[in-house]
């Protein structure tokens, strides 16, 4: 980035100054930051099964002091390493308590006989039921930790306190945006699969037509086209400050997102299996750019007619769809409910392998064909970090929970928990209103950016600002969830949410 600040420039214009020409940060100070997330969950999970195994009739997911345990763990650590300060000290604490709170969660009842069945492996076969999708813990945690960072970060980066090698890249290099960019779709892939997949209907297990799909996806874009041109008609209207470089001249990222769901059930009608599409679609792309004269097109044209202007996000577009159906490929491996206990601990292999195979493409793309990774462009070599680092994540999830739940007594199935023991409170809230999450981060960082001259914050005010920003939504979801609750409530409450899950799966 050019050290030469400008003179006699307006706020708009200096902060697109600020963030232009970035460089990025390396992979290893990325992933260190990171790794915050999984020292929170693990450090959330070990406390709260170590409560619960204490006094498990006294126990309260839902209540004042678990919201407020949950800021310190997930909130507190996310803003101290995303900005750059105490990121050690951070992590040596998360370890440590973590360590504290899984010791004393005790070891599993004895089995006296090693030879007979697991009364869990028992338990869970016989629940089994073909087409049917449960919820998953680890996968409701992993979409709503990749959700804050991207919440977080959208303002963050607008403050001094953030770090401006954090920030999204001119054109090649990595940082935690883009790769909280990336994350964003590839999450969404994750679950996105779900609509495709057989569901049990009357006894018989069914599949949506690619008439159906193709109807479902034009309503799910609809709302997400409404706002990426709503978004257009303010930040001009407003003159709202904006980097060109990043989608484009009118495109933003509601565009990308909205565009998604209609070309994925068209990727599906050309080859069932997403891996060979999305990877095939991928190294089509990247051999165009690189051994084309459209990728100097792509990096050094003029502006001249509407595709020139968008060229960023037009074609970034690519790159998303075949990180989307890479998503959508590992959502349909562990989204199912598997049909034995076995397969569903095998499942671990199997996302270590999705892991094993984009951490080996980004090495052949970046360090033999000397591609560097691009978010503005969505290349081979962003995409496969993309899709090494989110696979990854998921494994560590799942051995998380694999790991503490193994220690509970076989009766206590899934259904028999108490509320606020798989998922965290927050992460609940954002889970379940993913995209609400998303656009009102985009409207408060609007509307502070309008009335708050960001810059001029000192660090105090700063932290302050992002603490409100980040606890807001969730203390006015928690209200609106924690009600009167009559008594004899826990006991039928597991039996009403089956009885919930059945008719979802009739519908």
């Known amino acids: 980035m050019d050290q030469t600040v400008p003179t006699d420039v307006t706020s708009k214009e200096y902060k697109e100054w600020r963030v232009s020409n970035l460089e990025g940060s390396s992979l290893t100070e990325i992933h260190m930051v990171l790794s915050t997330v999984l020292l929170s969950y693990w450090c959330w999970k070990c406390k709260t099964a170590a409560d619960y195994h204490r006094s498990p009739k006294d126990f309260n997911g839902r209540s004042w002091s678990r919201f407020v345990f949950e800021c310190v763990v997930f909130l507190a650590p996310m803003s101290l390493a995303l900005t750059g300060r105490f990121l050690y000290p951070t992590l040596v604490a998360l370890a440590a308590t973590s360590l504290y709170y899984r010791w004393k969660i005790p070891d599993a009842p004895y089995r006296h006989d090693k030879w007979a069945p697991d009364p869990r492996a028992v338990a869970y076969d016989q629940s089994y039921v073909e087409g049917r999708i449960t919820p998953k813990p680890y996968l409701s945690i992993y979409r709503a930790e990749m959700m804050l960072l991207t919440c977080f970060c959208i303002l963050a980066v607008d403050f001094n306190v953030f770090p401006l090698r954090f920030a999204k890249v001119e054109t090649f290099g990595t940082s935690i945006m883009d790769l909280g960019v990336g994350s964003f779709v590839f999450s969404a892939g994750v679950v996105g699969i779900k609509p495709f997949l057989p569901r049990r209907v009357k006894e018989k297990l069914v599949t949506a037509t690619l008439g159906h799909q193709l109807k479902a996806g034009v309503w799910t874009a609809l709302p997400l086209l409404v706002l990426g041109a709503s978004r257009l008609l303010l930040t001009e209207s407003v003159d709202y400050q904006k980097h060109v470089s990043e989608y484009g001249t009118h495109w933003n990222f509601f565009f990308t997102l909205g565009f998604l769901p209609v070309f994925v059930p068209i990727g599906l009608c050309l080859?069932?299996?997403?891996?060979?599409?999305?990877?095939?679609?991928?190294?089509?792309?990247?051999?165009?750019?690189?051994?084309?004269?459209?990728?100097?097109?792509?990096?050094?044209?003029?502006?001249?007619?509407?595709?020139?202007?968008?060229?960023?996000?037009?074609?970034?577009?690519?790159?998303?769809?075949?990180?989307?159906?890479?998503?959508?490929?590992?959502?349909?491996?562990?989204?199912?409910?598997?049909?034995?206990?076995?397969?569903?601990?095998?499942?671990?292999?199997?996302?270590?392998?999705?892991?094993?195979?984009?951490?080996?493409?980004?090495?052949?793309?970046?360090?033999?064909?000397?591609?560097?990774?691009s978010r503005r462009f969505a290349n081979a070599p962003y995409c496969f970090w993309v899709a090494g680092f989110n696979s990854f994540m998921l494994w560590m999830f799942m051995m998380i929970e694999e790991d503490i739940d193994s220690k509970l007594p076989p009766h206590l199935s899934r259904s028999g928990r108490p509320v606020g023991y798989d998922v965290p409170l927050i992460l609940e809230a954002v889970n379940m209103n993913s995209l609400t999450t998303f656009l009102v981060a985009n409207l408060l960082t609007g509307a502070t950016n309008m009335f708050t001259e960001t810059l001029l914050c000192d660090t105090a005010k700063a932290y302050t600002i992002l603490a409100a920003y980040e606890t807001m939504p969730k203390v006015k979801t928690l209200s609106k969830r924690k009600q009167q609750r009559p008594e004899g409530w826990d006991e039928i409450e597991p039996t009403l949410n089956e009885f919930e899950q059945k008719m979802r799966d009739g519908e």
């Open 271 to 373: 080859y069932s299996d997403l891996r060979v599409t999305s990877t095939a679609l991928l190294v089509l792309y990247q051999c165009l750019y690189s051994l084309t004269p459209f990728g100097t097109w792509l990096e050094n044209a003029e502006r001249s007619d509407l595709l020139s202007a968008n060229r960023e996000g037009v074609f970034s577009f690519i790159g998303y769809l075949s990180m989307f159906l890479m998503g959508m490929s590992l959502g349909k491996e562990i989204l199912p409910d598997a049909p034995t206990f076995k397969a569903r601990r095998m499942r671990l292999v199997t996302v270590l392998g999705v892991w094993t195979t984009a951490a080996i493409s980004l090495f052949l793309a970046d360090f033999v064909c000397m591609v560097e990774p």
